[in-house]
C-alpha cells in the first residue's frame, strides 16, 4: 500500500510564504513524475506545477516565478516553496505522483490534501 501525506499548509497574510510537504511511503521500487494540484471552492482542480525524475519542472502560469517545486529522492519527498501568495492562492493542494510498485507496475497516488488560506 503507498500513502501520499501532504503537510504544511495555513493560514497567511497576502505576501507572504508557505512551504508545503508530500511525503511517499509504503511499498515503492521507484517515482516517476510527481505534481502539485489546487482546487479552489467551486472550481476544478487544476495542476499547479510538476517535477519528473530528473528534476524538469514546469508550473502553471499564474504561479511562475512565485512558486518552486522541487523534491528529494532520497526522501520520497515533494515540495512547493510559495511566495508572494495572494488570495487567489487559497486552496486545497493535493500532492499526486506517478509510482512504480514493482519494475513493470505503475500507478498514480493522490494525497488527502491540505488547505491553504491566504487571507488578511
Known amino acids: 500500500q503507498v500513502q501520499l501525506v501532504e503537510s504544511g499548509g495555513g493560514l497567511v497574510q497576502p505576501g507572504g510564504s508557505l512551504r508545503l510537504s508530500c511525503a511517499a511511503s509504503?511499498?515503492?521500487?521507484?517515482?516517476?513524475?510527481m505534481a502539485w494540484y489546487r482546487q479552489a471552492p467551486g472550481k476544478q482542480r487544476e495542476l499547479v506545477a510538476t517535477?519528473?525524475?530528473?528534476?524538469?519542472?514546469n508550473y502553471a502560469t499564474s504561479v511562475e516565478g512565485r512558486f518552486t517545486i522541487s523534491r528529494d529522492n532520497a526522501k520520497n519527498t515533494v515540495y512547493l516553496q510559495m511566495n508572494s501568495l495572494e488570495p487567489e492562492d487559497t486552496a486545497v493542494y493535493y500532492c499526486?505522483?506517478?509510482?512504480?510498485?514493482?519494475?513493470?507496475?505503475?500507478?498514480?497516488?493522490w494525497g488527502r490534501g491540505t488547505q491553504v488560506t491566504v487571507s488578511s
Open positions: 499526486n505522483a506517478d509510482i512504480f510498485v514493482t519494475l513493470m507496475t505503475m500507478n498514480k497516488y
Open positions: 517535477i519528473s525524475s530528473g528534476g524538469s519542472k
Open positions: 509504503g511499498r515503492i521500487f521507484s517515482i516517476n513524475a
